[in-house]
């Protein structure tokens, strides 16, 4: 699969499993990854769920604008640039996003998130 293909994919998958059920993200993780959100650092797989299933918000919908990605390394990984718009239930004017993903291919042949990089975007 093309890099293009496969971080759209990523993409669609992440962000449709962060909209629904953020603790299925679990499985995208390893314990060396690490998310800084918002500059914030977070190391490891449960530790990083358990950030993003405490944001103070319950529901809210990823809308993608641009996704943009790199071959990064011999090892075979990926970067991967995103951004969007974020509503939260109840809000009316969405929020913007820009997020990076660091995928790095695993034994199996899938790939797992080793760093993310996650900032709102003010205006």
Do not use: W
């Not at 969405?94 to 975007?121: E, W």
């Amino acid at each position: 699969m093309d890099p293009d293909t496969l971080s759209k994919a990523f993409v669609e998958h992440y962000y449709s499993t962060f909209d629904t059920n953020r603790a299925g993200l679990a499985n995208l993780y390893q314990e060396s990854s690490m998310l800084t959100f918002e500059g914030q650092k977070i190391q490891g797989s449960q530790n990083i769920v358990n950030k993003l299933t405490s944001l103070p918000f319950q529901q809210c919908k990823h809308t993608i604008t641009t996704v943009d990605c790199q071959p990064s390394g011999p090892a075979g990984g990926m970067l991967v640039f995103v951004s969007g718009n974020l509503q939260l239930a109840g809000e009316q004017h969405a929020l913007k996003f820009s997020q990076m993903f660091h995928l790095m291919p695993t034994p199996q042949g899938s790939f797992y998130v080793y760093n993310d990089i996650f900032r709102l975007n003010y205006a």
